[in-house]
């Protein structure tokens, strides 16, 4: 790529980037949220046309005007934001990037036989509004590599992937390399980026600002080159909660599944108390989004005592009526879930706040107060660092990572005597994650009950006071902070019977 310039409105997303990717190497890209990876590899790929510059494919200069484009030259792509039709098949979601001519029965073997022979297995005739979002991005992951790319881009691949799964992926990136195969490699986690690549290119603000060997670099060093100064590490003060109250109660919960691929919950209880982060452990699709559908009144419970907020009966009540209680919720996935993806900003803040702070962006005869939802919506955007490309865009105008600062934003600014976060720093980078942690933190110890359901181990030992794992729809008994190691951790992810994890002698580890 040479000078490939994008420009939206007034914004310069990309300005001017060079980046060479040679036959047979993994070459990351670098940069904050918002600094243009994005919009630079959806050039490259064919989502998005160049304002200036050229791409030359094997030394010739190319014109790619669509990923169809794209894939016929040898580019694969891995999206962040899965492209995938949820009322169509696994099979059928990759079977629109194949062959037409290709029968979907043998797509749905060969796409089974790839899946389990690089770790990854998927069912290829399981409906896609039915999966987690690991198991898409499995789907993403298997389509692209059904294609025989020369070149792949993979953005975030292992934000909702499992230590486990990230190191089949790995072996699978390096067989790959091997081959000849290239791969542009674009992730927040930088000892990732430390262990599997061999060059990185940095972006600032649309700019490159540095190349290096990112193994001859530390995380601190490669997260100051992408940030321009130092990032604050993660401060967990003492829990201090002690008998503090139980702000949060979940009892015997049990749920059936929903659909023939929904995991059911079975029996779950847990106490949080005010002061304390818990965090839940768990490969995806084990119960996970089913716990955090019944936590927040997407779904209903039988008995108003299933899920208790701050001493009262909320099992009944749906999510606006949990709100009002003292709760909020980041679910998982932003975009049409966390944001309604067309709405400004300013229009997403008034559907969650509009029922829970009467009066105050809502008056008498539901006349709506602009001007009260802007100062709030300005404030929140300072608070979490928003970058943004106009003063109150869309929220598909946004990169992944700002638009979930931007939704935790919306939640913490409450003050919320309960909070519950599904994955709080997939796809944001170093010095975002950090901060959206720290603020969870701060939360707890101001006097709020937080808990956070990630897949991100090093994010909830980084955060936890109590770890707790769920597996196939059970939830383990909480462990202190003190006593919880990954080892113990990643056991009962893998099934282990809880009183079957204890501590092993290191040489017998080894």
């Known amino acids: 790529m040479r000078g490939l310039t994008k420009v939206f409105g007034t914004l310069r997303a990309c300005d001017g980037v060079d980046l060479d990717i040679a036959r047979g190497e993994i070459h990351a890209l670098l940069g904050e949220n918002g600094a243009g990876k994005s919009t630079l590899v959806k050039m490259l790929f064919g989502s998005l046309e160049p304002n200036a510059g050229e791409i030359r494919w094997n030394g010739e200069a190319v014109r790619i005007g669509s990923p169809s484009e794209a894939r016929r030259l040898g580019i694969g792509m891995v999206f962040q934001h899965f492209s995938l039709f949820e009322a169509l098949t696994a099979a059928e979601n990759i079977a629109l990037s194949l062959d037409a001519r290709t029968p979907i029965s043998t797509i749905a073997a060969k796409a089974q036989a790839l899946s389990y022979s690089y770790g990854l297995p ?116 003492a829990d201090t909660t002690g008998s503090a109250d139980v702000l949060l109660r979940v009892d015997r919960l049990s749920r059936p599944p929903a659909t023939p691929f929904s995991i059911p919950l079975r029996d779950v209880s847990l106490e949080v108390r005010a002061g304390e982060v818990i965090g839940i452990a768990g490969v995806a699709g084990n119960g996970q989004g089913e716990f955090f559908e019944a936590i927040s009144g997407e779904v209903l419970q039988d008995r108003a005592d299933a899920v208790t907020i701050r001493g009262k009966g909320a099992g009944r009540e749906g999510i606006t009526g949990r709100r009002r209680m003292g709760a909020a919720f980041v679910p998982e996935e932003r975009l049409g879930h966390g944001a309604a993806p067309a709405m400004k900003l300013s229009e997403n803040l008034l559907l969650s706040r509009h029922a829970t702070d009467p009066g105050v962006y809502v008056g008498a005869l539901g006349v709506i107060r602009h001007a009260a939802i802007a100062a709030t919506a300005k404030r929140i955007n300072q608070m979490m660092d928003v970058r943004k490309s106009a003063e109150d865009p869309a929220a598909n105008a946004l990169s992944g990572g700002n638009l979930q600062k931007f939704i935790i934003g919306r939640e913490l600014d409450r003050q919320p005597a309960v909070m519950v976060v599904n994955q709080p720093t997939w796809g944001v980078d170093a010095g975002a994650a950090a901060r959206i942690r720290q603020s969870l933190i701060e939360l707890a110890r101001s006097g709020s009950a937080v808990l956070v359901i990630s897949q991100d181990l090093d994010e909830l030992f980084e955060i936890s006071d109590r770890i707790a794992v769920m597996h196939n729809g059970e939830l383990s008994t909480p462990m202190s902070r003190a006593e919880a190691t990954f080892e113990k951790v990643g056991l009962l992810m893998g099934g282990a019977e809880p009183g079957h994890v204890h501590h092993h002698d290191p040489a017998e580890v080894a």
Request: with cysteine.
């Open 122 to 237: 998927l069912d290829p005739y399981a409906l896609v509004g039915d999966l987690s979002v690991g198991e898409r991005q499995r789907i993403e992951i298997i389509r692209c590599l059904l294609q025989t790319p020369q070149l792949i881009i993979l953005d975030e691949p292992t934000s909702v992937l499992t230590p486990q799964e990230a190191d089949k992926l790995f072996e699978t990136l390096e067989r790959l390399r091997s081959e000849g195969k290239s791969i542009l490699y674009i992730s927040h986690r930088l000892e990732e980026v430390k262990r599997m690549c061999d060059r990185a290119t940095v972006l600032r603000h649309g700019k490159v600002v540095g190349h290096c060997d990112p193994r001859q670099e530390t995380a601190s060093s490669l997260a100051r080159m992408m940030v321009g100064s130092e990032v604050h590490a993660v401060v967990r003060t």
